[in-house]
């Protein structure tokens, strides 16, 4: 996965690019590098990222010679030099452009559990500081306190403290790919993987 800092107009868009990946991730940086252009692009094939052709076969990427299928979210400015250069680049790689579709928008679902009371102002702060253009969606939160169990190990299987939570977060694709590097770093909260909702 790669990125740069982003404007507020940027749109994305999801490739799928036939060709030996390694030339497809080395095509594109040299695209944009060569092009002085400060690209966004994310691997969408990544375990970051649900997988969005969960129904192709292995008989079927078999039938197209092996060929290998590389998702990948460009932004607009990147879309164009693809596209600009499209012919050169069957020409020159044999890398295809095979499918393009704009990006509407990026969400993923996440949960967290923890068993003491000082974590829920932690992770209410990590919430509340999601990256500019980020809604959280559909949070909810069963917070329980047990002073009967006060004192129980954290392997027992009651807690006099319990707090168990899940949302959503969505938004453009940068900015909800920031959020989920943010959430994926703390140890109490579990994203799942990005889901592109294309147009």
Known sequence: ???????????????????????????????????????????????????????VSKLEEWLKLKARRTQVAVDNGTRALLRKHRRRMVHETGIVLEEERRIR???????????????????????????????LL????D??????????ELYSPTHDYELKGSGTIRGRLDRVVEA??????HPLIQPDPIALELA
């Not at 928008?105 to 990590?126: G, K, L, P, Q």
């Not at 559909?138 to 939160?141: A, D, G, I, Q």
């Open 180 to 185: 989920y590097e943010i959430l994926d770093s």
């Open 1 to 55: 996965m790669a990125a740069r800092k982003s404007s507020d107009r940027v749109t994305f868009y999801r490739l799928i690019l036939v060709g030996p990946e390694e030339m497809v991730h080395g095509f594109l940086t040299g695209l944009a590098i060569g092009a002085g252009h400060h690209a966004h692009y994310y691997y969408t094939d990544t375990d970051e990222f649900a997988d969005d052709d969960s129904k």
């Open 138 to 141: 559909n949070h909810e939160r």
């Open 105 to 135: 928008a990026a969400s993923f679902t996440f949960h967290y559990e923890a068993y003491a009371a000082r974590y829920r102002d932690e992770i209410d702060a990590v919430l509340q500081a999601l990256p500019a253009g980020c809604r």
């Open 143 to 152: 917070e329980r306190v047990d002073p009967s169990a006060r004192g129980a």
